[in-house]
């Protein structure tokens, strides 16, 4: 995996304090030029990083008042992933959905039997394993490069998987939060998965692109927003 930005090392950092309670929801976030001179780098690499903070949702800009805080994510993030790479997994989960969401409504066109037999299978495997209490990473990984595989178009799945970063690292981290989670929570990983089977088993492509577009929403949520914990 590359180096961190300097953006994304801010990111981190400003994560780190929200997580902390320095900076509570409601709390204002210290000017840009504070910023700058807290962190040692340039106002440009501050902009980006509060950019980024408002996109994935954690903080909102409020004309004439400053940057204010807006959730915390899961109290157990620092101890699955290093901070100054979460910005790059959720600017991931943005390729994934723009990606998967078309993946799974041409699986849904063009898998054959056999293609969906290894959806079905890879379902199957991982929800047993989910049952069981295990989350393994590259079960999840297996589940999405079946339904890449079944368009027919090897692309999609080079498109998912890189020297930068890949299915496993982000799943690594997806599924750490959702075993530390209740088992309400697992459960429904498992049926967000069941409807994008069902909507590729029955040819639906709509009802496919949709059913990933949700779960990789739903995906994103789970990490940057603590309050879905039980």
């Known amino acids: ?86 910005s790059r997994f959720l600017r991931y989960q943005e390729l994934r959905f723009c990606v998967e ?46 339904i890449a595989e079944a368009t027919g178009n090897e692309f999609f799945s080079m498109a998912l998987e890189g020297p930068n970063v890949s299915l496993s690292s982000f799943m690594n981290v997806s599924l750490s939060l959702t075993r530390s989670g209740s088992p309400a929570r697992a459960r429904k990983v498992i049926c967000e998965h069941a409807d994008i089977v069902e909507a590729i088993r029955n040819k639906d492509p709509i009802w496919a692109r949709v059913a990933m577009e949700s779960h990789i929403l739903q995906a994103r949520r789970r990490m940057t927003n603590g309050d879905l914990d039980p």
Request: glycine residues 8%.
């Open 101 to 146: 969401g078309n993946a799974a409504a041409l699986a849904a066109e063009r898998r054959t039997d056999k293609a969906l037999g290894d959806i079905i299978e890879a379902h199957e495997q991982f929800s047993s394993q989910v049952a069981r209490g295990l989350f393994l990473p590259e079960s999840d990984r297996r589940f999405h490069l079946s």
């Open 1 to 86: 995996m590359r180096p961190s930005s300097y953006a994304d090392q801010v990111y981190g950092h400003v994560l780190q304090d929200i997580l902390k309670g320095v900076f509570p929801p409601g709390s204002r976030l210290p000017s840009e030029s504070d910023l700058s001179d807290r962190f040692g780098v340039s106002r440009p690499v501050i902009r980006d990083a509060l950019a980024r903070l408002r996109l994935d949702g954690l903080v909102e800009a409020r004309r004439g008042s400053g940057t204010y805080v807006l959730t915390t994510p899961s109290r157990s993030l620092p101890d699955l992933a290093d901070l100054t790479d979460i």
